[in-house]
């Protein structure tokens, strides 16, 4: 078996991210705490599996806009993109619509039914992410798996830098300002898309909650037997129900309400 592991600035958040995704029903790694030499951090078993090749969204992005050299490159910079992969080819806002695009081009559009399923989960994944104010929503943090049964989202990985107090989401739905507000974000989305994704995001919306996060905390205590620091907890617990209640004013203002369990 292989494993990886990863140093740590916020284990906790990983942990309890993580496992919140595991229990909405996600396909996501499992992390445990460890230490390599002396640096503290989180080790996970590899997902990748024997014959299967993986591939980042940002080197599907970038075949996509190298070989289309008329794209306006110019559409929603976002320098962040460029620091993060640290390829100046991508300084260009990721966005649902670039990636669609993007996949149809480097797959073919033979297989559109397997590009509609991974675009469906990709738009899953954007409301987890938002819901629980991930703010590294990034192509190097979604991969496609390749075998000979077709392509797929790979497993989830690196929510760390979840709960933040001021999300900012790093996937988009459009060319606007990439630093909008992950919220305004996400009525856009509505607004532009199929009114089948406003059911996906009641349904997550409705598992995402408090008692889905106190479940989470208390099954990531049991496996590394020991206590959260109840200042940790509470400060989890905060921010998900402020980013619930402003997703939740956010889109009311727009006539989209949500319902309740």
Known sequence: DVYYFKPAHFPTKELVASQMAKD???????????????????????????????????EILNKYFKDNPDINYEMGLNENWSKATKNPAI?????????????????????????KNIMDELVRRYFFNIIIGNYDNNSQNHEIEVSENGIKMAT??????????RAEVGLSTDYSDSNDKFYESLVYFFTVSSS????????????????????AINKVEMQIEATLPDNQK???????????KVIKVALRENGIFIKRK
């Open 196 to 215: 089948e994704y406003i059911e996906v995001f009641q349904e997550l919306f409705s598992k995402i909650d408090l008692d889905l996060l106190e479940g």
């Open 91 to 115: 300084k260009f806002m990721t966005n649902l619509m670039t990636y669609w695009q993007a996949l149809e081009y480097y797959f073919g559009n033979e297989r559109q039914a397997q590009i």
């Open 156 to 165: 989830m990985f690196d929510n760390e830098l979840s709960f933040a107090p």
């Open 24 to 58: 909405a029903g996600f396909d996501a790694v499992t992390y445990d705490l460890a230490r390599f030499n002396d640096t503290y951090g989180l080790i996970s078993k590899s997902y990748r599996k024997n014959g299967a090749t993986y591939i980042t969204m940002t």
């Open 234 to 244: 509470e400060t989890l617990k905060t921010r998900l129900a402020d980013t619930r």
